[in-house]
């Protein structure tokens, strides 16, 4: 829909809404702070929480002083650090009546969604490609035992 109708502008982030978040995590001596962890397996993995920022800005050029609201497309990696409020930056934004945006480009969000259908494609085709075989091994077997099985 963003990659359709959204039109690149200038927003300023107004305001950050954050939520709370949770994260594997382990210190690291080194950085001398807290990290992800590499596997939720690691002993040395502790659960830590943090904040998603969500915002709301304004698109003067195109929307006026009206308030828009970040579209929930993006991947939610916790932690975020809040972006500075109160400057500009490049954001993608649908009708000033949908009264939304996205940060990211557009094309970055098709991406993830044409990946889950590929995904979800071969997961589906595999049940198939099983019975193809099985069928194709069996298959006369199977319907030999079948119609002799109805009498």
Known sequence: MYQQYASQE?????QAIST?????????IFQGKYVKCSSSKEKSCITCHGKLYSYQATASDKCGEQIITES?????????TVKTLDTET???VLSCGDAE???THPDSLEGAG???IVFGSILMAIP???F???YSFCGSQIMTNLRFSSY
């Open 10 to 14: 200038t927003c300023v982030l107004t």
């Open 90 to 92: 490049n954001c993608w």
């Open 132 to 134: 193809c075989i099985v």
């Open 114 to 116: 044409i990946l889950w």
């Open 72 to 80: 929930s497309t993006k991947t939610d990696e916790c932690p975020e």
């Open 20 to 28: 709370d978040c949770t994260w594997n995590c382990k210190y690291d």
């Open 128 to 130: 198939c490609f099983c």
């Open 101 to 103: 945006f996205v940060l």
